[in-house]
């Protein structure tokens, strides 16, 4: 938030606004996923002619047959994953008052179960849209070792 120019009310000032975090987790779901793998073998084969003569002058001709490799099938494996869903809601109210002045919600999916992990995800995924509405759902997309994760987690 200092980042976008506000600061945390100094001792006897009074603030524009609290914020409240609300977060959670759901407990494990399992999903079924199916993946396809290719399968290699022989698609077909080259056949070369050679001719020439042997030792007593007679026409000889050899026949060499060179095998085609390729993708001749697929085989499907069906697996099961586990996933959680994650949530973030961030609230500014006034001070008594349970009214939002602006309010963002963040969620995600995924195999982590660690909010450790993860928070720094809903919260770098939250940061453009603080103190104002969109008016509609956004999707976000952030990079692992990106550079807005790198700031929140105090690495860059």
């Known amino acids: ?24 987790i759901s407990g494990p779901e399992e999903y079924e996923y199916t993946t396809s793998s290719p399968v290699y073998g022989v698609v ?13 002058g007679n026409l ?5 047959k060179t095998p085609e490799y390729g993708i001749t099938h697929y085989t499907s494996e069906t697996n099961v994953g586990v ?4 949530r973030m809601v961030l609230v500014a ?5 349970e009214t939002p002045v602006w309010q963002v919600k963040t969620r995600s999916s995924g195999s982590s179960h660690d909010l450790r992990r993860v928070f ?11 103190g ?14 990106g550079e807005e994760i790198a700031e929140i987690r105090g690495e860059s």
């Open 1 to 24: 938030m200092q980042g976008q120019g506000w600061r945390q009310a100094r001792a006897g000032e009074e603030p524009d606004f609290e914020l409240v975090v609300n977060y959670g």
């Open 44 to 56: 077909g084969e080259t056949t070369n002619y050679n001719a020439g003569y042997d030792a007593f």
């Open 60 to 64: 000889e001709q050899v026949e060499t």
């Open 83 to 86: 996933r959680y869903h994650r």
């Open 93 to 97: 109210r006034r001070s008594g008052d």
């Open 120 to 130: 720094p995800y809903l919260v770098a995924a939250a940061r453009p849209y603080l």
């Open 132 to 145: 104002r509405s969109t008016g509609q759902e956004v999707q976000v997309t952030l990079l692992e070792d």
